[in-house]
């Protein structure tokens, strides 16, 4: 079963949400578990929804572990993460 994994960034400013996606775009394909799709959303000038569907939870759990480590890397530039995750259903 796909699994999903959402996740809200706020940032402490929009500097911080271009600084911290252009890093991303380079660390995130050297470092991520293969996903069936990836969405970026930005929802206001300082924050942004992350959508991905992995093949299994197993997977979408070893992204989660993964991710961590990058976020503790950009602490400073976070202000608030909200995290969602489950079965696809359709």
């Known amino acids: 079963m796909n699994y ?7 940032f402490r400013s929009a500097d911080d949400l271009e600084i911290f996606y252009h890093k991303w775009d380079n660390w995130f394909p050297e470092n991520m578990p293969s996903a069936i799709s990836r969405t970026l959303v930005k ?5 942004t929804l992350m959508v991905a569907v992995y093949e299994t939870e197993e997977i979408a759990e070893r992204a989660r572990e993964i ?4 976020f503790q890397m950009e602490t400073k530039r976070i202000h608030d993460i909200i995290e969602f995750h489950g079965e696809v259903m359709k």
């Open 43 to 47: 929802t206001a000038a300082n924050s």
């Open 67 to 70: 991710v961590e480590n990058f």
């Open 4 to 10: 999903a994994r959402v996740i809200s960034l706020n």
